[in-house]
T-cell receptor, first 117, second 111 residues
Framework: GAVVSQHPSWVICKSGTSVKIECRSL??????MFWYRQFPKQSLMLMAT?????????EQGVEKDKFLINHASLTLSTLTVTSAHPEDSSFYIC?????????????FGPGTRLTVL | GQQVMQIPQYQHVQEGEDFTTYCNSS?????IQWYKQRPGGHPVFLIQ?????EVKKQKRLTFQFGEAKKNSSLHITATQTTDVGTYFC???????????FGPGTRLSVLP
């Protein structure tokens, strides 16, 4: 089956530093990847849609200069949390879309837990 | 590692029939969430269950969390064409460290 990985799985950083999270589709090419955020015991919230070779589309209320998304290849999208602050501590999950027989299916990565001190 | 399975993988029903998808985790979950993804859309949060044996209803949808907090089910009564989509279960393990999605059950409803 389709596998999506994320790296790192968890990260702790100091306030003011930037953190990069990678999302990779391991055995398929994904034109579109999605980034979600999840606060403790809450539901997923879509942050942005990442399209290979073009600018990401951000959801309302998500600062694009704060959360930089790069989708440089069909198997890799990165999310960089710039100048991270404690309120950015969260669980970040990516998914990659596989189009097969006119059906789009999202496959989710295992998530990255970010803790900003 | 923790694994979450869902059955069936696909389900085709006639409009008006009932539908149930089952979610089974290899480890105890601290909570379980259900999402619905319409074709071409994104997973939309439906509900969260936290307590052992909890049952919640949303109109025609009934959600249940098993006593052992390792399985859950979503039952739709009298399906409608608007119910079409993929239903995902997901949950945190008991340590709150790993959040794992099930592979989803794709529901088709024939008019």
């Amino acid at each position: 089956g389709a596998v999506v990985s994320q790296h790192p799985s968890w990260v702790i950083c100091k306030s003011g530093t930037s953190v990069k999270i990678e999302c990779r589709s391991l055995d398929f090419q994904a034109t579109t990847m999605f980034w979600y955020r999840q606060f403790p015991k809450q539901s997923l919230m879509l942050m942005a849609t990442s399209n290979e070779g073009s600018k990401a589309t951000y959801e309302q209320g998500v600062e694009k200069d704060k959360f930089l998304i790069n989708h440089a290849s069909l198997t890799l999208s990165t999310l960089t949390v710039t100048s991270a602050h404690p309120e950015d501590s969260s669980f970040y999950i990516c998914s990659a879309e596989l189009t097969r027989a006119r059906t789009d299916t999202q496959y989710f990565g295992p998530g990255t837990r970010l803790t900003v001190l | 590692g923790q694994q979450v399975m869902q059955i069936p993988q696909y389900q085709h029903v006639q409009e008006g029939e009932d539908f149930t998808t089952y979610c089974n985790s290899s480890t105890t979950l601290s909570n379980i969430q259900w999402y619905k993804q319409r074709p071409g859309g994104h997973p939309v949060f439906l509900i969260q269950l936290v307590k052992s044996g909890e049952v919640k209803k949303q109109k025609r949808l009934t959600f249940q969390f098993g006593e052992a907090k390792k399985n859950s089910s979503l039952h739709i009564t009298a399906t409608q064409t608007t119910d079409v989509g993929t239903y995902f279960c997901a949950g945190f393990d008991n340590y709150g460290q790993n959040f794992v999605f099930g592979p989803g059950t794709r529901l088709s409803v024939l008019p």
